[in-house]
């Protein structure tokens, strides 16, 4: 059963920093490329970054370019993006999946419960 836990969220202060993570089980994780998503209260989930399997290349939405940064550890099933000069826009619901590379919408896994990222001061 293909399973990806969040975790790693908080309240920061803006300009503060997160390192979030997603444990991936059930599948072969370095078969898919991972992504991280977020959604903001009454707004659409979105893309927030893409790392493929090996993570030869890596891709950012243009609002956390620079600020984020995305990675990964086959060898321990786990992927992670770690969250510098956090600001309040980007407080949301953060959520992982994996799938492949062009099917960033049609990931292999549910949803899960996500991790909360609250941005204020």
């Known amino acids: 059963q293909v399973q990806l836990v969040e975790s790693g969220g908080g309240l920061v202060q803006p300009g503060g920093s997160l390192r979030l993570s997603c444990v991936a089980s059930g599948f072969f994780f370095n078969s898919f490329a991972m992504s991280w998503y977020r959604q903001a209260p009454g707004k659409e989930r979105e893309l927030v970054a893409s790392?493929?399997?090996?993570?030869?290349?890596?891709k950012y939405a243009e609002f956390v370019k620079d600020r984020f940064t995305i990675s990964r550890d086959n060898g321990k099933n786990t992927g992670y993006i770690q969250m510098n000069n956090l600001q309040p826009e980007d407080t949301a619901v953060y959520y992982c999946?994996?799938?492949?590379?062009?099917?960033?919408?049609?990931?292999?896994?549910?949803w899960g419960r996500g991790t909360q990222v609250t941005v204020s001061s």
């Open positions: 790392i493929s399997n090996y993570g030869a290349t890596i």
């Open positions: 999946n994996c799938h492949r590379w062009a099917e960033v919408w049609a990931p292999i896994g549910s």
